[in-house]
């Protein structure tokens, strides 16, 4: 070996030693910007796993078919959902009608649609069919009925805005809706984020205060829901789209709201009544301090399982009755299944069961303020004040009746609004004698 030789030799641990550091700083850079990127990730949804994006998705793409081509197990697993036609005790998908069920219902709702057609909920797939074949859709039926039946929709809020949708007939928009309920409801198409996508639902929680942007992703999980399953009116004569959230969400908040606007849905025939009907105020009803959702769950938790399909963990999009699959819909959290579905059981058989101590009081407070109209020297105002009984106690119990879980989603609250219901309805009947000056009017009426 040269001296010259030996010299580089020499040197080469040092060159070496430098090349190790660098390398070395480069390696550690990179690690923390992977453990950056994938913290993040965590945070975000992930696609099918091991599927990689095939096509890209336009913004706002009403057609799910094109979705599903990047995320096949999604798609067929909400393909389901048009022809699952289980029935569970109250609930599942087959669309019995529910005035034949409870006849009570027509007395109720006499005047209004839906004391003539009014049939157990489906499966998302079935909206469109559903809302084009229901007997309450008319020639005066405005385009805002639409809006939580498609997915065309955020498309064509986009495009047109909401106040010109919601004034366009309902026919006329019919032309440019051609999607049941479909991913672009509820993601975006670019992050798959879940989103809210209806412009009242914004509008509600702007009213609030709040953002629902800065919402964590369990929360986006229950809220993307409200996009359609909440309690709201259509306001005006441009019938704009509105949830009644301005002073809370509670049903005393939600009546007092009604009660300020001077709100009718339609007016009582036979009471007079300036009457209110509640639409399926699920998002309402569960977030008033519900165990679950006080305890952090989310209507997906329940409804839209994480599944699996070999080396694929997916959310089920075949959202239906937990009932069907309490493993994966209960399971994931409680060990002793047959427990927790038996405490189903009894909650729904007990909120049933007080519910019809409520109707029989409501259908007798409706006589009784017929009778007392009819009775000659009526007191005016005590009517109007026993109407306004009536008003509120029938929208209390329609928030528990129309809420489509038999009060399971929060079983203290149903049990506490129904009695205040009952309540309210006795005490309009107590009006009655009042207005009337006798007792008589309390004749035909059950007690
Ligand atoms: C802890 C589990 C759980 C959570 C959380 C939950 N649900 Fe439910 N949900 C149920 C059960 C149980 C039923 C009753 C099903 C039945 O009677 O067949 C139900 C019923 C329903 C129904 C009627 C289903 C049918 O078959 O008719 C709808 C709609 C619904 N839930 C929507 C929601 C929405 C929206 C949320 C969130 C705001 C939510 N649920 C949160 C368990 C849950
Ligand atoms: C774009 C509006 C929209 C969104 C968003 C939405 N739903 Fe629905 N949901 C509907 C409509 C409309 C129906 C009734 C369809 C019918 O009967 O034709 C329905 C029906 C259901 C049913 C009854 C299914 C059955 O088989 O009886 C359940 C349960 C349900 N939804 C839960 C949820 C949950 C949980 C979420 C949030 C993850 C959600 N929905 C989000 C509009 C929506
Ligand atoms: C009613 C609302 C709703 C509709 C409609 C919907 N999704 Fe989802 N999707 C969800 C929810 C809720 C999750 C759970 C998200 C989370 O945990 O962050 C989810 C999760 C996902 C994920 C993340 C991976 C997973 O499975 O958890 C993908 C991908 C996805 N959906 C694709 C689709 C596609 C494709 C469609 C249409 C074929 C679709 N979704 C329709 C609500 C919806
Ligand atoms: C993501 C977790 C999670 C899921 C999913 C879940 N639960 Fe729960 N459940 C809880 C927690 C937490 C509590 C509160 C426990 C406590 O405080 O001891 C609870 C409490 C209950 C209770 C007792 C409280 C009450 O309201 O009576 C019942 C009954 C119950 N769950 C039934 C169900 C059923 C039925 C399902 C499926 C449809 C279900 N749970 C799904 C977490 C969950």
Redesign the pocket.
């Known amino acids: 070996m040269t001296e010259e030789e030996n010299k580089i030799i020499e040197e080469k641990p040092k060159k070496g030693s430098k090349t190790v550091w660098l390398l070395t700083g480069i390696i550690i850079v990179l690690a923390v910007a992977l453990i950056g990127v994938m913290l993040y990730l965590k945070n975000q949804p992930q696609p099918t796993r091991g599927v990689a994006p095939i096509i890209e998705i336009a913004d706002l793409d009403p057609n799910s078919d094109n979705w599903g081509v990047n995320f096949p197990n999604q798609y067929s697993s909400l393909q389901k959902?048009e022809t699952?036609n289980t029935r569970t005790t109250y609930?599942?998908?087959d669309p019995y009608s529910r005035l034949e069920q409870d006849p009570r219902l027509v007395e109720l709702f006499a005047g209004y649609g839906f004391s003539k057609d009014y049939n157990e909920?489906?499966?998302?797939l079935?909206?469109l069919t559903?809302v084009r074949a229901t007997k309450r859709v008319n020639e005066t039926t405005p385009g805002t009925c639409y809006s939580?039946?498609s997915a065309n929709n955020p498309q064509l809020w986009d495009k047109m805005g909401m106040l010109e949708y919601d004034k366009t007939p309902f026919a006329d928009l019919g032309k440019q809706i051609t999607q049941p309920?479909g991913c672009a409801?509820?993601h975006d198409a670019e992050t798959m984020k879940l989103v809210v996508t209806n412009p009242a639902l914004e509008e509600a929680l702007v009213a609030q205060g709040k953002d629902w942007k800065t919402f964590t992703r369990q929360e986006m999980r229950t809220v993307?829901?409200a996009?359609?399953?909440v309690e709201y009116y259509f306001k005006g004569d441009e019938k704009y789209l509105t949830f009644p959230w301005e002073k809370g969400t509670q049903i005393e908040n939600i009546v007092e709201y009604y009660d300020e606007y001077d709100f009718k849905d339609w007016e009582h025939p036979e009471s007079k009544t300036p009457m209110l009907k509640a639409q399926h105020p699920e998002y309402e009803f569960y977030t008033a301090d519900s165990t679950h959702f006080k305890a952090g769950v989310a209507?997906?938790d329940c409804?839209?399982p994480y599944t699996r399909d070999g080396a694929a963990k997916f959310s089920n999009h075949d959202?239906?009755?937990p009932l069907l699959n309490p493993e994966a819909a209960c399971g994931q959290c409680h060990t002793d299944l047959a427990y927790v579905v038996e405490r189903v059981k009894i909650i729904q058989d007990d909120v049933r069961l007080t519910m019809d101590t409520t109707e029989d009081a409501l259908v007798a407070a409706i006589s009784s303020i017929k009778a007392a109209a009819e009775t000659p020297n009526v007191d005016q105002a005590l009517l109007t004040e026993a109407r306004s009984l009536h008003r509120q106690s029938q929208m209390m119990w329609d928030f528990i009746a129309a809420e489509n879980s038999m009060g399971f989603h929060n079983s203290q609250e149903a049990l506490r609004i129904l009695a205040k219901s009952t309540d309210l309805a006795r005490q309009a009947q107590l009006k009655t004698i009042q207005a009337a000056g006798t007792p008589d009017v309390l004749q035909g009426s059950s007690q």
């Open positions: 959902t699952n609930g599942g998908s909920e489906r499966g998302h079935n909206s559903d939580c039946k309920i409801n509820c993307v829901c996009n359609c399953h209507c997906a409804h839209m959202v239906h009755s």
